[in-house]
C-alpha cells in the first residue's frame, strides 16, 4: 500500500510538472515542438496507477484568430476607401473600425507577392522571381519553395491554430502539379489542413478546376455555378464548423479569390447595375478618383496626377465604337469588384455569427499588386487571343458584347482602365519599379487591440510584414527551425508598432523591388527606379546596363512626378549601390529580364514532368493534366492511338481531350461516330470525322496530324483511321502555338470544365459510354536545327505581338 501511494503521488507530481511545462515552459523556436518524455512505470495493475497530463501544443492564451483576405490584380485606387468608382461596403467598414495603410506594397505579380506574404521573406528567397510558369534554373527564379523558408501556416498550424485556405494557389511548382506530386509544396503540406481551390495563376468562374485538398471536385450540375460563390460558401461553413467543435481554438484563413483577375466573369445582375456609368473614360475617371484620395485624406492635399504611359490613348480621342465596347468592360471589371467585396463580407460576417469577430484579427489587402493591363489596347473576348499572339479587333468584340462576363467568354478589359485604377501612379501590374505596381489599398482590424477606429497609416509596409505582425500578435516567436531545417530568418518587420501610434517612425526602411528587369530601391523615404519593360511591351526597352535610373523623394513627391537623379547624382549613386548589395543577398542576380522565352521550360533550364518525351500512354480516368505535366503537342506533329470498346449503339463521348472552350482538341465519338476536332481559340473549328457509325465491339482509333512545320502556329494534314483503314482526312489550316487555356485539362474519356467540342459538351455529359483500354500520344522529337527554328520564330512571334498591340 505504501509502494502504491509513493507511486501514485509521483503521478500526480509528474502530471502537474508536464501540464506547467507545456503551458509555460514550451520552447516555440524550434517546430514541431517535441513530445514531452516520461519515465518507464513501474505499477503492474493500471488501477494502480495515475496517468500523466496528455501532451498538448496549444496557441498561446488570448491568441487571436486570424483572416489574410488578398484580392486579385486590384490596384491602389480599387476601393471606394482609397478614391475608387466602385462602393466596396465590407472593405470600408473595416477601414472605418480599423485601421488604413496607403503605403503597403506587393512584389508586383502574383506567385512572388503571396509566396513573400505567406512566408515573410523577399520573393526571390521563395525562389519566387517571377510567376511558377515561367521559373529557371537559377536559385531565386526556380519557382520551387525551399525548405528553409517555411511558411507561416505550418508555424500556426505547429503552435495550435486550424488551418485553412480557400481560392487561389500560384506557388506550388509548376511540374508538380501532377497526380505523381511530390506534395510537399502543394497547399495541404504547406501548413493548411483544409484547402478549397486552384492551382495557377487564373481560373475560369463558371468552370474551374479545383481541388479539395488534393483531390478533384467535381462540378455541380447548376447553370448558375459561380466559383466565387462556391469557395465562400466552403471558407464560411469550415469557419463555423470550426468553431463549433473548438470553440477555444484560434483558426487562421486565408481567403484568395481569383477575383478579379481575369477572366472577368460575372453574374448579370451584378453586371446590369453598372450600366452607362463610365462613358467619361478613364482620364476624367483618374480626375475624378485622385478628387476623391484627397477628399478622403489617402493622399496628400498637394498630390499630382502622374501622367499616364504613352501607349494609353486619350479617352477623347477614341471612336465610338471603342467607347461603347471599353466602357461596358469597365462595367462588367465594376461588377466584379462589387461582387468580390460582396463575398468577403459574407465570411466576416461568418466571423461575427460564431462570436470571435472582437478577437480575429483581420487583413483584407485589396490587390496581390496594381491592376491588370495585360488586356492590351482593346482588352479581348477571349484572354487566350492574348498569349496566342491573336489580336483581337474592336468591331468583332462588338457583335459578342452583350455577352461579356458570361460562360461563352474569357475577357479581359482595355489597359487605360487598369491605369485609372492605380490612381494616382503611372503605371500597373508587372512594374515593381512604380506603386501603381506595387501598392495595394489595405485595411487592418482587430478590436480587442486596436482601438483606433478609421486612422491611417503611412508607414511604408511590404507584403512579408505580414507574417510577423501575425506572429506577434500570437505572442508567438519566429522559429529557428522547422521540420528540422534551419530557417531563413524573416526579411519582414511587424507593423503592430503602427497600432496605436500614427506617428511611429518607419521601421521597414530598406526593401528593393524586381520583376523581369523593373527594379527599385527603397530606403529611408526614397526611391530610385528603372522602367525596364512596359507590360505591353515584348521585349527590353534597353539592356540592363544601358538602363536610366530616376530618383523620387517620396516623402514630399507622393505620385513621384518630380524626377530629382539630375539634382542628386550622388544620392541615385548610393541607392544603385544599395540596390546591387540587396540583390546579391536575396538571390535576385543574375537578373533575367527575358519574358516568352521562360515560359518554355527547355529554353531556360526549367524542370519538366514529361521531359524529353515524346510518347506518353494513358487509360480511362486518367484525367486533371495541365499543360504544364502533360506532353507538349503545339508546333510539331503528333499521333493519337486509342484502343476502345463501343457499346451497342456506338458509344458517345470524349476519348481524350485538352483545353476547353477556349482552345483545344479532342478525339471522341458523337452518335457512334468517330472524329477530331481542332478548336482554335474558340473561334474556328476544324472537324475531321468518319461517315460510318462504329460496330459494337473494339476498335483501334488512331488520328495522325502531319504538322507543316516552318514556325509557329502553322497548319498540317489530319488523318483519322479506325482498325487500321482511313476513314476521314482533312486540312487544319492553323494551330495555337503557346497555350490552350490557364486551367482547362487534358482528359482521357471525359471533358473537364468546359467542352472542346460543343456537341460533345463537358463533365458528365461528355463522359465516354463504352470503354476506353488505351489512349497514348505520341509527338514527332524535334533536330536539333528545328529546336533553333522554333526558338526563333517565338522570338519572331513575341516582337510581332508587342508591335501589334
Not at 496594381?370 to 477571349?382: C, K, L, R, V, W
Request: negative net charge; contains cysteine.
Amino acid at each position: 500500500m505504501i509502494k502504491k501511494t509513493a507511486y501514485s503521488m509521483f503521478g500526480l507530481a509528474l502530471s502537474t510538472a508536464c501540464a506547467a511545462t507545456v503551458s509555460a515552459e514550451m520552447d516555440r523556436t524550434h517546430l514541431p515542438i517535441p513530445d514531452l518524455g516520461f519515465p518507464a512505470s513501474t505499477v503492474l495493475d493500471v488501477r494502480d496507477a495515475t496517468p500523466p497530463e496528455r501532451f498538448q501544443v496549444k496557441a498561446p492564451n488570448g491568441a487571436p484568430n486570424v483572416l489574410v483576405v488578398i484580392v486579385d490584380d486590384l490596384g491602389f485606387a480599387g476601393t471606394s476607401a482609397f478614391g475608387g468608382p466602385v462602393p466596396t461596403e465590407t472593405f470600408d467598414s473595416i477601414v472605418g473600425k480599423g485601421l488604413k495603410f496607403n503605403n503597403f506594397h506587393t512584389a508586383a505579380v502574383s506567385s512572388p507577392t503571396r509566396s513573400a506574404l505567406k512566408s515573410g521573406r523577399n520573393h526571390h528567397d521563395c525562389n519566387m522571381g517571377g510567376i511558377i510558369e515561367t521559373g529557371t534554373a537559377f536559385p531565386g527564379n526556380t519557382g520551387a519553395i525551399p525548405n528553409d523558408v517555411a511558411p507561416l501556416a505550418e508555424m500556426l498550424r505547429l503552435n495550435g491554430f486550424s488551418t485553412a485556405m480557400f481560392g487561389k494557389c500560384h506557388e506550388t511548382a509548376a511540374w508538380e502539379t501532377s497526380v505523381s506530386g511530390p506534395f510537399f509544396r502543394w497547399p495541404t503540406e504547406q501548413g493548411f489542413e483544409k484547402f478549397y481551390g486552384f492551382l495557377g495563376g487564373e481560373t475560369n468562374q463558371w468552370a474551374p478546376f479545383i481541388y479539395d485538398g488534393t483531390h478533384q471536385v467535381e462540378l455541380p450540375e447548376d447553370p448558375d455555378y459561380h466559383f466565387l460563390e462556391d469557395m465562400t460558401d466552403q471558407a464560411v461553413a469550415w469557419i463555423k464548423f470550426q468553431k463549433a467543435m473548438t470553440p477555444d481554438k484560434p483558426f487562421f484563413v486565408y481567403f484568395a479569390p481569383g477575383a478579379t483577375h481575369a477572366p472577368h466573369h460575372v453574374p448579370k445582375e451584378w453586371i446590369a447595375k453598372w450600366k452607362g456609368k463610365f462613358y467619361q473614360g478613364w482620364d476624367k475617371l483618374r480626375q475624378e478618383i485622385l478628387a476623391r484620395q484627397i477628399q478622403n485624406g489617402i493622399v496628400p492635399k498637394d498630390t499630382k496626377l502622374a501622367p499616364k504611359p504613352k501607349a494609353i490613348p486619350d479617352w477623347d480621342t477614341l471612336s465610338a465604337d471603342q467607347k461603347k465596347l471599353y466602357a461596358h468592360q469597365f462595367e462588367v471589371f465594376a461588377a466584379f469588384v462589387d461582387m468580390t467585396d460582396h463575398e468577403i463580407g459574407r465570411v466576416i460576417d461568418a466571423v461575427k455569427e460564431t462570436g470571435q469577430l472582437d478577437n480575429t484579427l483581420v487583413f483584407l489587402i485589396y490587390g496581390d499588386n496594381g491592376t491588370s493591363a495585360e488586356g492590351g489596347a482593346n482588352g479581348m473576348f477571349s484572354e487566350m487571343t492574348y498569349f496566342n499572339g491573336v489580336h483581337e479587333k474592336v468591331e468583332d468584340m462588338l457583335k459578342v458584347m452583350d455577352k461579356w462576363g458570361g460562360p461563352e467568354t474569357y475577357p479581359h478589359m482595355a489597359a487605360g482602365w487598369a491605369v485609372a485604377l492605380d490612381t494616382p501612379y503611372k503605371w500597373t501590374k508587372q512594374v515593381a519599379s512604380d506603386p501603381g505596381g506595387t501598392k495595394v489599398g489595405t485595411a487592418v482590424f482587430w478590436p480587442k487591440r486596436i482601438k483606433a477606429k478609421g486612422e491611417l497609416r503611412t508607414q511604408f509596409h511590404h507584403v512579408v510584414d505580414v507574417a510577423p505582425t501575425i506572429l506577434e500578435a500570437a505572442g508567438l516567436p519566429e522559429p529557428k527551425t522547422v521540420n528540422g531545417v534551419k530557417q531563413r530568418p524573416m526579411d519582414g518587420t511587424s507593423m503592430v508598432y503602427t497600432f496605436d501610434d500614427a506617428d511611429a517612425k518607419d521601421q521597414h526602411t530598406t526593401q528593393y523591388f524586381e520583376m523581369v528587369g523593373n527594379r527599385a530601391i527603397y530606403h529611408d523615404g526614397w526611391w530610385a527606379r528603372t522602367i525596364h519593360r512596359a507590360p505591353w511591351e515584348s521585349k527590353p526597352r534597353r539592356r540592363l546596363t544601358e538602363d536610366v535610373w530616376e530618383l523620387y523623394d517620396m516623402g514630399n513627391d507622393f505620385s513621384m512626378v518630380n524626377d530629382l537623379s539630375q539634382k542628386y547624382p550622388k544620392k541615385l549613386a548610393q541607392m544603385q549601390k544599395l540596390f546591387l548589395e540587396e540583390a546579391e543577398k536575396n538571390h535576385v542576380l543574375p537578373i533575367d529580364d527575358r519574358l516568352f522565352e521562360r515560359f518554355n521550360a527547355e529554353l531556360v533550364g526549367r524542370p519538366t514532368l514529361m521531359g524529353h518525351r515524346t510518347s506518353l500512354t494513358l487509360a480511362e480516368g486518367m484525367t486533371g493534366m495541365s499543360e504544364n505535366v502533360f506532353i507538349n503537342i503545339k508546333n510539331k506533329s503528333k499521333t493519337l492511338t486509342a484502343e476502345i470498346e463501343v457499346p451497342e449503339d456506338g458509344g458517345n463521348g470524349a476519348i481524350i481531350v485538352q483545353g476547353g472552350r477556349f482552345g483545344g482538341w479532342a478525339l471522341y465519338v458523337l452518335d457512334g461516330v468517330p472524329g477530331y476536332d481542332y478548336n482554335f481559340l474558340g473561334l474556328q473549328r476544324f472537324t475531321v470525322a468518319a461517315k460510318n457509325k462504329l460496330s459494337p465491339g473494339k476498335h483501334t482509333i488512331k488520328f495522325d496530324f502531319a504538322y507543316d512545320g516552318g514556325g509557329l502556329a502553322k497548319g498540317g494534314q489530319g488523318t483519322l483511321y479506325v482498325d487500321g483503314e482511313k476513314v476521314a482526312e482533312g486540312r487544319i489550316p492553323h494551330t495555337q502555338p503557346m497555350v490552350f487555356s490557364a486551367d482547362e485539362t487534358a482528359d482521357v474519356g471525359i471533358d473537364l470544365a468546359t467542352p472542346v467540342v460543343e456537341s460533345i459538351g463537358a463533365e458528365r455529359k461528355s463522359k465516354f459510354t463504352g470503354s476506353i483500354y488505351k489512349v497514348t500520344v505520341e509527338t514527332k522529337d524535334m533536330k536539333k536545327a528545328e529546336k533553333a527554328e522554333e526558338h526563333n520564330a517565338r522570338m519572331a512571334f513575341a516582337h510581332k505581338k508587342a508591335m501589334a498591340d
